[in-house]
C-alpha cells in the first residue's frame, strides 16, 4: 500500500460548529426545496423509491435531509482502492494524504511557454514520468494530456486509460465523457484495478446524463466514485464563499444520497473543485484566496460532520503561463491550505497555463513541492531522542558545536526533505556550475526517470484483452458515427 | 421627456429598473424609434462592450447592462411593425456544441450580440447535430456560431459542420467558434470563417463578417 503521508497534527478549522450547522442546514433546504437535477430516468425512479419527490418532466429530485443524513452516515469513513500491485494500493481515509498530478491539455514549452499537441508516446511517456515520482500516489484521468495528435478525440478517454494501464502500476480516476466510463471501467479490470470514477455535476444543481451512466457504470463495477460539483463561483454559484458552500455542498449531497441509495455503502471521495470568476474576463481566477477558503471549510465540513474523505482539486491549475514563481505560488498556497484543513488528495503536480497544459519538468519540481507541503501534515517528533537534552548539556556553550555528533549525522535527513530540483548551491559553486535553474535540475531528473525508470509492464494476457477493448470501443463510436 | 442621453446612461450603467419609464417616456414623447435604437441603446451598448475590453467594467456590469437592454427592446419591437431591420443587423444561430454543458461564454457572445442589434436564437446546451440544422432551416440566420469549454467536445465541431453540409446549408451560412481551447488555427483547419478569442470582440467580428 502506498503511504502517502500520515496526519499527525490537527487540520485547521475556519468554521466554528454553528456555522457548519448554519451551512449543513442551507445545504438541506435547497436539497429539499429547490432540488437537484439529475438528467437520467433511472436514477430517478431509484431516489423516488428511496423518498425524493421526483418531476420527471423537469428531471429534478427533491430530497429529504433524513434521507440525505442517512445516506451520508451510509458512506465509508475509509476505503481500499486496487492497484496493479499491491504496494500501489490506495487507503483513502482522513489520516493520510495522497498527491496526483494535474491533466492539461497540451504539452508545454518551458522556453516560451507554448503549446503543442502530445503525441501518444508523449502521453506513455508522461504516464511513466508520473509513475516514477515518489509523491504521485495517483493517476488522473485523461491524463496527462487530454489532447493528442494521433487519437481521434472521442477516442481519447480510452486510449488514455489504457496508457495509463501500460505505463504505470498506480491507480486512476475514470472519466465520464462519451461514454468512455465503458472502456475505462473495462481496461482497468483487465489490468487488474480498480478506478476512482467521477461523477461530475454541470452547476447549478444539476448531474448531466454522463456524469450518472458513469456512476452506475463504475458502482456495478465495485469502484469508489469521486462525486464533484464543479462550479464557478459567481458563473454557476453563488459568487461568495459562503453561498459556493452551500450550493457545493448540495450538489455533493446529492450525488451521495444518490450513490447510497443505489449501492449502499459504496466509498465516496468528496471532489472540491469550486473556482470563481474572473470578472474581467470570464476566465477561471485559479490561484485565488476565495478558492483556498472553500476548500477549506469543504475539507472541516466533510471531515468532522460527515465523516467522508476529500479530495481538493484547486490547487491543480496555476494562471501562470511558465514554470515561475507565480505558478508555483498560485498552486502551492492552495495545496498547503488544502493539507493542513484536511484532504485527503490533491491535485498538483504538473500543471501549467490553466487547463491547457502539462509539463513533465513543471511535475519533477511539483513533486518536490509536494514531498515538503505533505511533510506539514506529519508535524515532527518530540521525545527525549528528538529533543536530546543530555547532548545539549555535553555540548554546551559556545564554541560547542552539534556537527560532529552521532544525534546530528542520524537525524538531519528525517527532519527535513531533501529536494532534487531546487538549486541549494553556494553562490560560487552555483556560478562555477554554469548557473543552472530549478528547471535545468528538472530537465535532468525528467531524463533520469525516462532512463531508469520502468514500471511493471502488463502481462501479454492483460495487452491483449486492453487491445481488444479499444477494438470494440472504436466500433461502439463508428457506429454512432462519431469516428 | 427623457433625453437619449438618460436612456443611454440607464443601459449603461445596467440600471434595468428605470429603462421601462424612460423608454416608455420618450415614445411617448414622439421619440422615433430608429434614434432610441441607434443613438441611444446600441450606443450604451457598444460603450459596455468597449469598456468591459478595456477593463474599466466587469462581467456583472456587462451581464446588467444586457438585462437593461432587453427591458427596452420589448417596449420597442412590438412597436416596429415591418421595420424590424431598424433594430436587427442580422440573424445568429448559436449553441454549445454536443456534449458540452458550458454556457457561460456562450451567454456572453448572445449579450454582446443583441447589443449590437443581432437577432439570436439560442439552442441551449449540449446540442444535437441535427437541432443546429433545423434551427438554420427554421431562421434563415447570416451566422452560426458553436461554443465550447472542452478540448474533448470540440471534436464534436467538424460533425456539425458536416451535418450542415449534408444538408445543403452551408454555402447560405457564415459559421463562427469560439470557447476556451478554440483557436485561430482551429477555426482555419475547419473553414470557420468567425473566431474571436474571448466574447466581448465576438460581436465586433460578427459585424465584420456580415459588411464584407
Known amino acids: 500500500m502506498r503511504k502517502g503521508f500520515t496526519r499527525k497534527i490537527a487540520p485547521v478549522k475556519v468554521l466554528s460548529d454553528t456555522q457548519i450547522e448554519y451551512i449543513h442546514n442551507s445545504s438541506l433546504e435547497v436539497l429539499e426545496k429547490t432540488g437537484v437535477k439529475l438528467e437520467s430516468e433511472r436514477a430517478l425512479k431509484i431516489l423516488k423509491e428511496n423518498g425524493c419527490i421526483i418531476d420527471f418532466e423537469s428531471k429534478i429530485a427533491k430530497f429529504p435531509g433524513w434521507l440525505v443524513e442517512e445516506s451520508v452516515r451510509r458512506a465509508p469513513s475509509s476505503f481500499s482502492v486496487k492497484a496493479r500491485i499491491p504496494e500501489d494500493d490506495l487507503r483513502i481515509s482522513m489520516s493520510n494524504l495522497y498527491f496526483m498530478p494535474a491533466a492539461g491539455a497540451k504539452l508545454h514549452d518551458e522556453k516560451t511557454g507554448s503549446l503543442s499537441v502530445a503525441t501518444l508516446k508523449e502521453n506513455d511517456q508522461g504516464v511513466k514520468i508520473c509513475d516514477g515520482l515518489d509523491a504521485a500516489d495517483f493517476q488522473a484521468s485523461y491524463c496527462p494530456y487530454f489532447e493528442l495528435k494521433d487519437i481521434e478525440p472521442v477516442m481519447l478517454l480510452a486510449e488514455s486509460q489504457a496508457s495509463i494501464a501500460r505505463n504505470s502500476t498506480r491507480v486512476s480516476r475514470g472519466a465520464q465523457a462519451t461514454d468512455s466510463f465503458i472502456w475505462e471501467a473495462q481496461i482497468a479490470n483487465a489490468a487488474g484495478k480498480q478506478l476512482i470514477g467521477t461523477m461530475e455535476g454541470a452547476a447549478p444543481l444539476c448531474f448531466p446524463e454522463d456524469a450518472v451512466n458513469a456512476a452506475f457504470e463504475y458502482m456495478d463495477n465495485g469502484f469508489p466514485i469521486w462525486a464533484t460539483g464543479g462550479s464557478i463561483m459567481g458563473g454557476s454559484s453563488p459568487v461568495t464563499i459562503a453561498g459556493a458552500t452551500v450550493t457545493n455542498n448540495a450538489e455533493i449531497l446529492a450525488a451521495i444520497t444518490f450513490i447510497q441509495c443505489y449501492r449502499p455503502g459504496n466509498a465516496v471521495l468528496a471532489n472540491d473543485f469550486v473556482v470563481p470568476m474572473d470578472m474581467e474576463s470570464g476566465n477561471l481566477f485559479f490561484g485565488a484566496i476565495g478558492a483556498g477558503f472553500h476548500q477549506m471549510a469543504f475539507n472541516q465540513i466533510y471531515r468532522e460532520l460527515y465523516r467522508i474523505p476529500t479530495c481538493n482539486a484547486m490547487a491543480a491549475f496555476p494562471n501562470s503561463k511558465l514554470i515561475d514563481y507565480q505558478n508555483a505560488f498560485e498552486k502551492t498556497h492552495l495545496a498547503l491550505s488544502a493539507a493542513l484543513s484536511g484532504a485527503s488528495m490533491i491535485a498538483f503536480i504538473g500543471s501549467v497555463s490553466q487547463e491547457l497544459a502539462w509539463s513533465p519538468l513543471q511535475a519533477v519540481i511539483d513533486n518536490d513541492a509536494v514531498n515538503i507541503i505533505g511533510r506539514y501534515i506529519e508535524g515532527f517528533e518530540i521525545n527525549d531522542l528528538t529533543i536530546a537534552s543530555d547532548l545539549i548539556a555535553e555540548v554546551g556553550p559556545s564554541p560547542g558545536s552539534f556537527l560532529g555528533k552521532k544525534h546530528t549525522r542520524e537525524n538531519w535527513r528525517r527532519e527535513s526533505y531533501i529536494p532534487k530540483t531546487f538549486d541549494r548551491l553556494s553562490y560560487q559553486d552555483w556560478a562555477r556550475s554554469g548557473k543552472p535553474s530549478v528547471i535545468d535540475k528538472a530537465r535532468n531528473s525528467v531524463e533520469e526517470i525516462i532512463k531508469k525508470h520502468r514500471p511493471q509492464p502488463l502481462s501479454e494476457t492483460q495487452e491483449n484483452q486492453i487491445q481488444g477493448i479499444l477494438k470494440e470501443a472504436r466500433k461502439y463510436y463508428e457506429k454512432k458515427g462519431l469516428l | ?212
Open chain 2, 1 to 212: 421627456m427623457p433625453s437619449l442621453k438618460e436612456i443611454h446612461d440607464a443601459v449603461a450603467s445596467g440600471n434595468y429598473k428605470d429603462i421601462g419609464n424612460l423608454v416608455q417616456g420618450a415614445i411617448d414623447s414622439g421619440e422615433t424609434l430608429e434614434n432610441i435604437i441607434n443613438n441611444a441603446l446600441s450606443s450604451a451598448m457598444l460603450e459596455v462592450g468597449d469598456k468591459f475590453g478595456s477593463g474599466d467594467l466587469y462581467m456583472p456590469d456587462m451581464l446588467l447592462a444586457a438585462k437593461a437592454m432587453k427591458v427596452a427592446m420589448e417596449i420597442i419591437k412590438p412597436l416596429l411593425k415591418g421595420s424590424e431591420h431598424l433594430s436587427e443587423k442580422g440573424t445568429v444561430v448559436i449553441g454549445t456544441v454536443k456534449g458540452d454543458l458550458h454556457d457561460i461564454g456562450k451567454n456572453l457572445v448572445i449579450t454582446m450580440a443583441e447589443g449590437q442589434g443581432f437577432k439570436v436564437i439560442d439552442l441551449g446546451i449540449d446540442v444535437d447535430f441535427q437541432v443546429f440544422v433545423d434551427a438554420i432551416k427554421e431562421h434563415n440566420p447570416n451566422i452560426v456560431a458553436f461554443s465550447g469549454l472542452l478540448t474533448t467536445t470540440l471534436a464534436n465541431i467538424p460533425e456539425h459542420i458536416r451535418a450542415i453540409e449534408d444538408a445543403g446549408l452551408r454555402k447560405s451560412v457564415k459559421l463562427a467558434v469560439g470557447g476556451a481551447p478554440v483557436t485561430q488555427h482551429f477555426a482555419d483547419m475547419y473553414g470557420i470563417e468567425i473566431y474571436s478569442p474571448d466574447a466581448s470582440g465576438a460581436a465586433k467580428e460578427f459585424l465584420k463578417v456580415l459588411n464584407k
